[in-house]
């Protein structure tokens, strides 16, 4: 196996090594601005607290898909729009079904999402695909989950938000007020966040002149990873683990432990922060108010106990999906569905920069340090 130090290796050729891209630019947006060592984030313009004081999840959509704020026409407008587009083909509707209950709702999320390409026209006008996804998504994680627990998929609302309709069509009854605004902002704070791995993803699909649909599938695949999107599945989990140890739970050592073993904790780090993320404040605010009023403190004060030792430990800050995994727990939804969560709000993201991109495109083509050998001798099969 090729050792990956670049001792010995002719890099004339290869002005710009950098490992994992880091601090690379490859795109110009207008979509987010984030100051890393400040702790700010900005879609188009708007600081993303005021976003989530003021916006509702369609009107970031359409902030990011046009890059300022709709009037209320506009905004109703685009509302009925995503209504009219919130039911699924029958195709799809079968795949979900059929397929294997015990599958990661990511995977089925990103096959559905692949179908759903065969019954749009393919054309260069992407909005109205942008809108179809965003509408669809939410149909296909609640169906997926109802029927994996034996219970008959709930037809959408043709009123209502995608906050409120997602948790209509999830639990089989409408939601309160207070549910509907917790996932309305969590659908706020997760929508778009610069050049990370799934929109570079959705933007690499986009600038091979592909399709929208295989751009956010690909984009799909990228965010089910832990390193990424994955991770607010894997905090849940974590915090269930020492639950399950009972009176003798104790996340500080958990914590102590699995940084002397050189292993990550899952929610903190993060490539652009420095601080703490901006989100995570929202976030955090959420999960006490929450954990407190639906009897899962505990869980709460574990998390704030791992993020006082990671601060001690490492001055590590938590990012975005620590304190979500509480907020989703505290409103009755499974852990293997955050991630969906986190992709119903992030297609608007990543809708955004594919028309970005296909408007202003060049194919994206980096280069890779050979370090492998050259020129090797043949030998014949029956000689090796
Ligand atoms: C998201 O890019 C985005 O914007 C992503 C996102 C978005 O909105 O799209 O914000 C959403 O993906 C959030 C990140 C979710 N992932 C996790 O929570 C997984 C745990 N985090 C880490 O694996 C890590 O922090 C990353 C993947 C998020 C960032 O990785 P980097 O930039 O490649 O950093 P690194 O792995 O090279 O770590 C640098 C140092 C190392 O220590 P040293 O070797 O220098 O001593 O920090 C340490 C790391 O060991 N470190 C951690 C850690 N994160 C970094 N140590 C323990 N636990 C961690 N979580």
């Given at each position: 196996?090729?050792?990956?130090?670049?001792?010995?290796?002719?890099?004339?050729?290869?002005?710009?090594?950098?490992?994992?891209?880091?601090?690379?630019?490859?795109?110009?947006?207008?979509?987010?601005?984030?100051?890393?060592?400040?702790?700010?984030?900005?879609?188009?313009?708007?600081?993303?607290?005021?976003?989530?004081?003021?916006?509702?999840?369609?009107?970031?959509?359409?902030?990011?898909?046009?890059?300022?704020?709709?009037?209320?026409?506009?905004?109703?407008?685009?509302?009925?729009?995503?209504?009219?587009?919130?039911?699924?083909?029958?195709?799809?509707?079968?795949?979900?079904?059929?397929?294997?209950?015990?599958?990661?709702?990511?995977?089925?999320?990103?096959?559905?999402?692949?179908?759903?390409?065969?019954?749009?026209?393919?054309?260069?006008?992407?909005?109205?695909?942008?809108?179809?996804?965003?509408?669809?998504?939410?149909?296909?994680?609640?169906?997926?989950?109802?029927?994996?627990?034996?219970?008959?998929?709930?037809?959408?609302?043709?009123?209502?938000?995608?906050?409120?309709?997602?948790?209509?069509?999830?639990?089989?009854?409408?939601?309160?007020?207070?549910?509907?605004?917790t996932?309305?902002?969590?659908?706020?704070?997760?929508?778009?966040?610069?050049?990370?791995?799934?929109?570079?993803?959705?933007?690499?699909?986009?600038?091979?002149?592909?399709?929208?649909?295989?751009?956010?599938?690909?984009?799909?695949?990228?965010?089910?990873?832990?390193?990424?999107?994955?991770?607010?599945?894997?905090?849940?989990?974590?915090?269930?683990?020492?639950?399950?140890?009972?009176?003798?739970?104790?996340?500080?050592?958990?914590?102590?432990?699995?940084?002397?073993?050189?292993?990550?904790?899952?929610?903190?780090?993060?490539?652009?922060?420095?601080?703490?993320?901006?989100?995570?404040?929202h976030l955090?605010k959420m999960s006490?108010q929450l954990?407190?009023?639906?009897?899962?403190?505990?869980?709460?004060?574990?998390?704030?106990?791992?993020?006082?030792?990671?601060?001690?430990?490492?001055?590590?800050?938590?990012?975005?999906?620590?304190?979500?995994?509480?907020v989703?727990?505290?409103?009755?939804?499974?852990?293997?569905?955050?991630?969906?969560?986190?992709?119903?709000?992030?297609?608007?993201?990543?809708?955004?920069?594919?028309?970005?991109?296909?408007?202003?495109?060049?194919?994206?083509?980096?280069?890779?340090?050979?370090?492998?050998?050259?020129?090797?001798?043949?030998?014949?099969?029956?000689?090796?």
């Open positions: 196996m090729a050792q990956h130090n670049l001792e010995n290796i002719d890099t004339s050729q290869y002005p710009h090594i950098n490992k994992g891209l880091d601090g690379i630019v490859a795109f110009s947006t207008t979509k987010s601005f984030i100051d890393g060592q400040k702790g700010e984030l900005i879609y188009s313009g708007y600081n993303i607290d005021t976003l989530a004081e003021n916006a509702t999840f369609e009107e970031v959509c359409f902030l990011l898909w046009h890059d300022r704020l709709p009037n209320s026409k506009e905004l109703e407008k685009l509302k009925k729009d995503l209504i009219a587009q919130r039911e699924l083909p029958k195709t799809v509707l079968d795949y979900i079904k059929n397929t294997n209950k015990s599958a990661e709702p990511m995977a089925v999320l990103r096959t559905a999402v692949s179908m759903l390409a065969d019954y749009e026209p393919i054309d260069s006008d992407n909005l109205p695909h942008a809108i179809a996804i965003t509408a669809q998504m939410p149909t296909i994680i609640a169906a997926f989950d109802r029927v994996r627990n034996g219970k008959d998929i709930v037809a959408p609302l043709k009123e209502g938000s995608t906050a409120f309709n997602f948790l209509y069509m999830l639990n089989g009854e409408k939601p309160g007020d207070a549910a509907e605004k996932m309305d902002l969590c659908l706020i704070l997760h929508a778009e966040h610069g050049m990370n791995a799934s929109t570079f993803t959705a933007r690499t699909i986009c600038a091979t002149e592909s399709d929208m649909f295989s751009a956010v599938t690909g984009a799909i695949g990228a965010l089910k990873g832990p390193l990424h999107g994955g991770a607010n599945t894997a905090v849940m989990n974590t915090l269930l683990e020492l639950d399950k140890q009972g009176d003798k739970a104790d996340p500080v050592a958990f914590t102590k432990g699995k940084l002397e073993k050189k292993e990550k904790i899952m929610g903190f780090g993060h490539r652009v922060y420095k601080t703490f993320d901006p989100r995570a404040f955090r006490k954990s407190e009023e639906t009897g899962h403190v505990k869980l709460y004060e574990w998390s704030e106990a791992m993020l006082k030792t990671m601060k001690d430990e490492k001055n590590i800050d938590p990012n975005v999906d620590f304190f979500s995994a509480t989703y727990y505290s409103i009755g939804i499974k852990p293997d569905l955050y991630t969906c969560i986190f992709t119903m709000s992030r297609i608007s993201g990543w809708s955004a920069h594919y028309m970005e991109q296909a408007a202003n495109n060049r194919l994206v083509r980096p280069r890779a340090l050979y370090i492998g050998e050259k020129n090797l001798d043949w030998k014949p099969v029956e000689k090796r």
